[in-house]
Every structure is written in structure tokens, then in C-alpha cells.
């Protein structure tokens, strides 16, 4: 697997379906993000300004045949939406007594959306250390550490199908975080984040395989209810509405934003039909022009339990 070492180009978020990226020996590609918080990320190419996130993906399906190798079209919109609409409302919404928000990724793909809430959180609260500024090196190992005993904790937790475990990790141990643990016969990783103001340990990042009909539901009960949950692209034609929903019942309290983006395709409209009879009310939040390879408009949705 790569090295975390940085490519030359820096590309902004939103431009990432014009640049091919650079090429690994492996057969993944490594690029590097830039994503905007001070700015729409449709814009980014036009500020320095930004947190930066190594990528890795996997196009020619070097590690299996999956949806979730690649980024999709919409990932920038709803990256631009959680980054206006998220830092400032979770800061003092942790609905647990134990102070912790606790931010859940379904169908986390290359785990990039949730590698970005967990790095703009981190921003907004007085870390903006990208992986070089940590001291990755070649052999993933983060250099720096401190302690800070006054930051909020945050717990975030990144779920895909088994065949995205690798991928899924990779991505997440390139962006400076640090595995504590592995148990390979469950497919599940702990790590926690050596920053500049919140010590070891102050924000935890879990990877689990999650089938939602199924396998996995057992790491997230004993986390739930969860703060915020998204997911980018996972209503489509093979999505399992009625398991997708079901999980979210027994995950989510009424104060749990649930906040999903996608083409709006027809199995989204199924999702709208369903949500009413598993106890969620939906409310369209915006709807983005048809963007550059897509056949469908961007739609960003939530679902709140009403009861």
C-alpha cells in the first residue's frame, strides 16, 4: 500500500472529476483534497484556505468490484453542506450524558465524508494539522502528541461491507490517524487522532463492517443514540430501504440529525414513502443542478425520528 507522502498537486474538492490524480504502483490512486471551510467548496479553487485530506481510491477495482472504491458526484455538495450547517450545532448538542458526540458514516466507501467532519470539528476547535503537519511518516506512524483536558470528545464512526475494509482503513490511517486496535474476525479497527490541542485519545475514530440487514449491528448499539448520522450515495438500486430504515430505528433518538445526499434517484423517493411507517419525518434541504457526469439532480435530505 502507499506511503502517506504527498503528491505535488493539490486538488480543490470540487474539481476532483476534471484531474486523474496520480497513480500508484499498486494500482490505487493517491490524490490530495482541499476542502474549503470558509468558503462554498464549489469555490475552493479560488482560496488557500482549507483542510487537507489525502484520498485513496481504487478505480480499476484493484481490491474488488465495489460502488464505494471511487468518490461520486455528489460528495462535494453535501461536504459543502455539512461543513456550513454542522461544526456550530454539534459543538453543544451531544444528546449522551457522556459528553461525547458521536457522529455515525454509513456506506462510508473510501471514508472520505467522514474523515472531513472529523477534520473540520478538529479546525473549529483549535486543530487544523493536516497529515504532513503531524509528522506521517512512511510508515503511517503519527510523530506528534499532546494533551488537552478541556476539548469535547468526539466519536466517529465509519461503517462499510466487508469487501471495503481495506480501502476504508487505508484512507483513514493516511490522514494522520493512529490504529490502537484490530480484531481481522469481525473486521473492526479502533484508532484515535494525536493532535496539536486534543491529546490521544480525546477523538476516537472506530471502523466497523456493517451489513445493514444483517452483520454489524452489534458495534453500533452500544454507541447509539448517535448525534449525526450521513451517508453520501447509499440509496440506489441495490439499496435495502427497509433494512436501511430499520437500523436507524433502533440507532437514532429524536434529537439525531440523519443527513444523506445523492442523485436523487427513484429508490429515493421509495426511501421518502417508507420513512413515515418506521416513525421518520423527511424534509428536503437542497437540490443541486444536474452536475458534470451525473443524470440526476443532487438532492440532501434529513430524517428526523418523530417519536
Known sequence: FPSTEMPDEVIPLAKYMEVEGKMLQSGLMRQTFRVDTTASATNAENTSEGLLLNHISDPDGVLGDSTGNCLWPATPFLLDYLNAQIPGEL???????????????LGSGTGLLGLAIAANWMNNNGDSSSPQELGVTNNNTPQQQSQCSDCICMDITLTDRADMMTLLNEN???NGWQRVAHCPSNNTSNYNRPTASCGVGRIVMDVFEVTWGSNGREHLMPKAPFDLIVG????YEETPIKALLSLLTGICSTQTKVIFGGQDRPE????????PAYGFQYEES???PTPTNATDDVLIYVLQKTG
Open 91 to 105: 459543538h453543544d448538542t451531544s444528546i449522551t450524558t457522556d459528553n461525547k458526540i458521536k457522529v455515525l458514516e
Open 172 to 174: 483513514v490511517v493516511a
Open 232 to 235: 453520501c450515495e447509499i440509496v
Open 268 to 275: 429515493v423517493q421509495d426511501l421518502i414513502e417508507l420513512a
Open 286 to 288: 437542497q437540490r443541486i
